[in-house]
């Protein structure tokens, strides 16, 4: 074919007019949505199908969140749908666990086999010795859970043990509630280490274009972002101290009576002792610990206050990353009621939960879908008393505690996995899960791709993408789909949510809701909102929904705060009762130049992971050659002073140490992380970024890991043959 | 007749890659050939990073025409520079002569190697890439004249890039366009693609683009 390529049609003097290019024909238009990414983006995709295959995508005009455009991943699909690598039929394991031998299966036979491991296993030892786990995509976990329920296990849990949840609980702590920031009104937006343009690209354009109105931007975090350009004033912290910035600006806010003095006497729990806490941290004492100019913490301070009304946009884990994390989180969040900038227009406001994290006004019956057996009715969660805050606010079994609880009787062990995309290096210590994983009496793992952690499993079964199957998606522009598939699955691929419906029929029979299908549980969960599949099915683009009615501002005045003291509480009663600090104190993270001089001697760098590079979510995109194109070795961000004094220049390969391990990477010499810190992202399967960590580098509050601030040095090395 | 180009705000730009992936897509250029590329420019003073998407300028006075011993590139009346890719023979002078960088011969090896996806076998011209060939950026001239903008104009979740007749007072491209400033405009080469440069970094850019114009870095 190629022999024959041609450009003669670009010439307009040579083509004969009239001509009809080959690939412009019988081309069909058909949308759907990428759900590459999280739920708060998938961008509507106008996928273009000819003979049954997509031969290009494009961001749908009309959607009312993306407008048409993508991003470097979702633009990308092509490659992620039709990779090589994609798994085409069910899979059993031949040899040991974690080797490539694996045969062919039927999916008749996969799914039997499945049930009668686990149907023995829940007679052996009960339901909940096995576990539930969904990674990404997010879309399939409330039939997940309810599946897991169902069978009698309450041990489900998620991708959300080290993402988001964490950030959740502190803010219920604070409020009962929680709102993220109505931008559309805000004056000025503290963003709290949040870096959209990467994270949530489909909607930097509204970001942009409320800056260009007007709209102030104060930026805390220890990297420069592309929001940097843009802020008024960067708050460069060392990471793991926001809860010591965040009390240095209550400081000076309470100290020169900028705080909403009417809210916080009417409204709040504990502020006097509150007050005389964040006493201890002056703009100098904060300066010592954070690394930021007393000068700017000032600044900052009145600024927020002061500028109203002012909302603070945080984000799912950056700041609860952290051995601290939940009262580093609880501190910043305790601004927003100082200020009285809670569920106010223009602030933070509360809209109730609506659908897979997707809040728009539409109320449905998710949760009581979700949970279909009560708490009592099953064993206790495995980290019900180790959690047991982070267990009261979610419904879920904190996922960091698996390596730790796999055959081990106390109270009762783990013995199989069933896994939604599970990837084992999300752990820290993920060596450690690794080789805990192997212990296993039985796994499954559904995917798109043979992964190292398909590896582990007895049973591997092929998941299809979004372009393939049928899924409910909410939009915050009052915007609802029911996507149609595009494509037929590949290969022998299914739809995560036939998979978890057949096993519905073999491992819940006494659900009965589950064996009407997928579409009646969609319909059931869908109820209150008077929306149903068959109507959806009519508007494959999507649906507007009009008149949704949007709570009020400030409900707190009418029925008080959904906390235990109906109050805003800086002094927390639930963590109070649990033996946590009530008050939202900082504490240096476990491992860190001040806490632990003696180590920092050695590593006298910080380590922080994870941040987002364009190209890249987590793993995902990492087997595409387009985006995998853009930066192909895992690199380490290091200043160039502390690349200057250890002799390291640019692309130079070197060993980045923790106390735990020591990995091989290349250095990358940028401003974009100051001196002292070490910054590289996640999830490469060589390096393994994860091993740095211990496996009980965890937050005691919530169990999330400190991804974002250990101790570490860089040292110049030779590469080892295998890695060139 | 219309004279096309594309202006760029800078100040919008957040080197999301997106127009660079979307280029990818959209005309399946090789392994290393990037028709669109983005730099990341580094100024602490600043504190901020400039990130700078550039691809073919499409001049109106291109070096490369006149650098082709085999009459191979050519301007459109639009004022599009293209390569005829059955005149060129590869030998490499136009990338030579063209001051930005932007023209690379396509590599033996290709994408999707070891796989068959639907498609890639019976694509358009415009999607195929002769190894040895010089091989540049048409400002997706196929799109164009079916009345639609270059695909990294449309994808731009930033809205970073205006697209339109340079000489039409009516086009939006007009709006921005006396603010705007042409990359190396000493060189002579008047290319039709134009910057609003975030304060202070338009030499910078010039000595980033001079020095190094590939996105990796070493």
Redesign the interface.
């Known amino acids: 074919?190629?022999k024959n390529?041609?450009?003669?049609?670009?010439?307009?003097n040579r083509t004969p007019a009239g001509k009809v290019?080959?690939?412009?024909r019988d081309v069909e238009i058909r949308q759907t949505i990428c759900a590459i990414c999280n739920p708060f983006s998938h961008c509507g995709v106008d996928a273009h199908v000819?003979?049954?295959?997509?031969?290009?995508?494009?961001?749908t005009k009309s959607h009312p969140h993306?407008e048409?455009?993508?991003?470097?991943?979702g633009?990308?699909?092509?490659?992620y749908i039709?990779?090589?690598e994609r798994l085409r039929t069910p899979l059993l394991r031949k040899g040991e666990r974690g080797s490539d031998e694996f045969e062919p299966i039927s999916w008749d036979e996969a799914l039997d086999r499945i049930e009668d491991r686990l149907q023995k296993i829940k007679r052996e030892s009960g339901p909940e010795s096995v576990a539930f786990y969904v990674g990404y995509t997010k879309w399939m976990r409330p039939f997940v859970k309810r599946l897991a329920h169902s069978f009698g296990s309450p041990n489900y849990c998620t991708e959300s043990s080290t993402c988001y949840t964490a950030t959740k609980v502190a803010n219920l702590l604070n409020y009962g509630y929680f709102g993220p920031p109505n931008l559309a009104k805000s004056k000025c937006l503290l963003v709290w280490s949040k870096n959209p343009?990467?994270s949530d690209?489909?909607a930097?354009?509204r970001l942009?274009d409320a800056r260009e109105r007007g709209l102030k931007i104060i930026e805390v975090g220890p990297l420069?972002t592309?929001l940097?350009?843009h802020a008024d004033i960067?708050l460069r912290i060392r990471p793991g101290t926001s809860g010591a910035l965040a009390h240095g600006m209550a400081h000076v806010i309470i100290e020169e009576e900028l705080f909403d003095v009417d809210f916080v006497e009417n409204w709040t729990l504990g502020f006097e002792e509150y007050r005389a806490y964040v006493e201890g941290f002056s703009p100098a004492v904060t300066e010592e610990i954070t690394g930021v100019p007393a000068e700017l913490i000032e600044q900052a301070a009145r600024f927020y206050a002061t500028t109203k009304p002012a909302a603070l946009m945080t984000s799912a884990s950056p700041t609860v990353h952290h051995t601290n994390g939940v009262q580093n989180h609880r501190a910043l969040t305790a601004l927003i009621g100082l200020t009285g900038n809670f569920d106010r227009e223009g602030g933070n406001y509360v809209v109730p939960p609506g659908w897979l994290y997707v809040e728009n006004g539409l109320i449905t019956r998710q949760s009581q879908y979700e949970q279909s057996r009560p708490w009592p009715e099953m064993a206790p969660r495995i980290t019900e008393q180790k959690y047991p805050v982070w267990s009261r606010f979610i419904p879920e079994t904190q996922a960091m505690e698996l390596p730790f609880q796999i055959q081990n009787p106390d109270p009762y062990p783990i013995r199989a996995v069933v896994a939604f995309g599970m990837n084992y290096r999300m752990w820290p210590g993920s060596d450690f899960f690794y080789e805990s994983m192997k212990k296993l009496d039985f796994m499954v793992n559904m995917d798109l791709f043979m992964t190292d952690t398909c590896r582990l499993a007895d049973i591997v079964l092929p998941a299809c993408t979004s372009f393939e199957r049928s899924e409910l998606k909410f939009y915050t522009e009052d915007y609802v789909v029911w996507t149609t598939p595009v494509i037929r699955p590949l290969w022998e691929s299914r739809s995560d949510a036939d998979i978890i419906f057949d096993l519905a029929k073999r491992i819940a029979p006494e659900d009965d809701l589950m064996q009407k299908g997928y579409e009646a549980n969609v319909d059931w969960i869908l109820e209150p909102t008077g929306l149903k599949v068959e109507k959806l099915k009519k508007y494959p683009a999507g649906y507007a929904v009009k008149n949704i009615e949007k709570p009020p501002y400030q409900k707190y005045e009418k029925s008080g705060f959904p906390t235990p003291s109906g109050k805003m509480e800086f002094a927390s009663t639930i963590m109070e009762e649990a033996n946590y600090d009530p008050l939202p104190t900082f504490q240096e993270p476990k491992l860190s130049p001040r806490s632990t001089p003696e180590v920092a001697k050695d590593f006298p760098l910080i380590l922080t992971t994870g941040a987002r590079l364009?190209?890249y979510i987590h793993s995902r995109t990492f087997r595409l050659?387009?985006?995998r194109?853009?930066?192909?070795d895992p690199m380490l961000d290091i200043n160039p002073k502390d690349a200057g004094e250890r002799g390291i220049s640019?692309?130079d390969w070197v060993a980045l140490s923790t106390p735990r391990n020591s990995i091989k990477v290349k250095a990358?010499l940028?401003?974009?992380v100051p001196p002292g810190v070490i910054n590289i992202f996640h999830g490469y399967s060589e390096p393994e970024v994860n091993t740095l960590f211990e496996p009980d580098y965890l937050d005691p509050v919530s169990g999330f890991p400190g991804f974002k601030s250990l101790l570490c040095e860089v040292k110049k090395t030779e590469v080892e043959k295998r890695l060139l | 007749m219309a004279r096309y180009g594309i202006l760029h705000d800078l100040n919008r730009c957040t080197g999301c890659m997106t127009c660079v992936i979307a280029c990818k897509q959209e005309n399946f250029t090789r392994p290393g050939v990037w028709w669109n590329k983005v730099l990341e420019l580094e100024s602490e003073s600043l504190d901020r990073i400039v990130y700078f998407r550039y691809a073919c300028m499409h001049c109106d006075n291109p070096p490369c025409v006149a650098a082709c011993p085999e009459q191979a590139i050519y301007k459109r009346p639009d004022g599009i520079v293209l390569i005829d890719q059955e005149k060129c023979q590869g030998h490499g002078e136009c990338v030579k002569a063209c001051p930005y960088g932007v023209i690379d011969v396509n590599p033996e090896q290709d994408y999707f190697s070891g796989q068959n996806p639907p498609f890639e076998g019976i694509a358009e011209a415009h999607r195929m890439h002769p190894p040895g060939k010089a091989s540049t950026c048409t400002l997706c001239v196929h799109r164009i004249e079916q009345g639609r903008e270059p695909a990294c104009v449309e994808e731009c979740p930033s809205k970073v890039m205006v697209f339109g007749d340079l000489d039409d007072p009516k086009s939006p491209i007009r709006e921005k366009l006396w603010r705007s400033e042409q990359l190396l405009a000493s060189k002579g080469t008047q290319p039709k693609v134009s910057y609003v440069f975030p304060q202070n970094t338009s030499k910078q850019v010039e000595q980033r683009v001079m020095k190094n114009p590939r996105m990796d870095r070493p």
Not at chain 1, 21 to 24: A, H, I, L, S
Not at chain 1, 75 to 79: G, Q
Request: aromatic fraction near 6%; glycine fraction near 8%.
């Open positions: 074919m190629r390529a041609r450009l003669t049609h670009l010439d307009a290019p080959v690939e412009e000819k003979d049954g295959a997509i031969i290009k995508v494009e961001g993306s048409g455009t993508l991003c470097a991943k633009a990308a699909s092509r490659e039709y990779h090589k343009f990467y690209t489909s930097v354009r942009l420069i592309p940097t350009a960067h364009p190209m050659s387009w985006t194109g853009l930066r192909p640019q692309g990358n940028t401003e974009v």
